[in-house]
């Protein structure tokens, strides 16, 4: 399997299947959603047990490295580590107070915004926003510069794609983003533009920041950007969607 994911000819079938993946993701919480209006369980308990969801589905690899960028991130703003380095230690297994503080922050965010999702279209911005952030989390892979440390490694970049296979994802994605984007527009015209800045300026965000940190994108920031992303759509789809529509 692991010779599957990364043989170059492959590596566009591992990006569709990761947006696949936030599909199933959009399925499990839409099925939930229902299950709890169906049963009254009412919405703090879509809420607390919602935001777990896309945590337990990944196996919490996303939200690992969303710590251990905010961990560096809190080192660098009190002035504790290095650019690039990080107090989180993969090692011993145990987080940084700042990385557990971040992941707690994290937890009770993404259930305040998810208890406030009332209307069916604010659930369906909510479930298209997995697709979209998984399609940022690819194309930031074929348009963002490589971190150094990352290279050779076979994870993403110059080690799996070729120039015309990373062309064609740049395309491909692009596609699918613009399909989510009018999707959005279709449902409510100023929810839907108002979703689609909003991911671009998370998106641009973590490109300068991983830049100024890493030197480049790292799987640690891109697990950052995935999370903080699926978090800035939870709160928008809730809080916003709550004014709006």
């Known amino acids: 399997m692991i010779k599957w994911l990364t043989n170059r000819e492959n590596a566009k079938y591992v990006f569709c299947l990761r947006i696949l993946y936030g599909v199933a993701v959009g399925a499990v919480m839409c099925a939930f959603y229902m299950l709890c209006g169906y049963l ?24 690992s490295g969303f710590m251990k960028t905010s961990e560096t991130l809190a080192g660098r703003v009190f002035g504790k580590a290095a650019p690039g380095k990080s107090d989180f230690s993969a090692k011993a297994g145990y987080a940084g107070t700042q990385a557990a503080i971040a992941a707690m922050t994290f937890y009770l965010l993404y259930a305040g915004g998810l208890s406030e999702v009332r209307e069916d279209r604010q659930l ?37 794609l070729s120039p015309a296979l990373r062309k064609a994802l740049r395309i491909i994605l692009s596609v699918i983003l613009a399909l989510c984007f009018c ?17 671009m300026w998370v998106w641009t965000y973590y490109y300068y920041m991983s830049k100024k940190l890493f030197g480049g994108v790292t799987k640690e920031s891109a697990g950052y950007f995935l999370t903080l992303c699926e978090l800035a759509l939870a709160l928008f789809a809730g809080m916003f969607g709550s004014a709006l529509l």
Do not use: N, Q
């Not at 607390?48 to 990944?58: C, D, H, N, Q, T």
């Not at 911005?125 to 399609?135: A, E, K, V």
């Open 40 to 63: 009254d369980f009412g919405k703090l308990c879509f809420a607390l047990i919602g935001a777990a969801v896309p945590v337990m589905m990944s196996g919490g690899i996303y939200l």
């Open 183 to 199: 999707t959005c527009l279709v449902i409510e015209p100023i929810m839907g533009m108002l979703e689609a800045l909003l991911c």
């Open 124 to 160: 369906a911005f909510l479930c298209i926003g997995y697709m979209i952030s998984r399609t940022l989390y690819g194309m930031a892979f074929v348009w963002f510069p490589e971190a150094e440390k990352e290279k050779g490694k076979g994870r993403r970049g110059d080690a799996v």
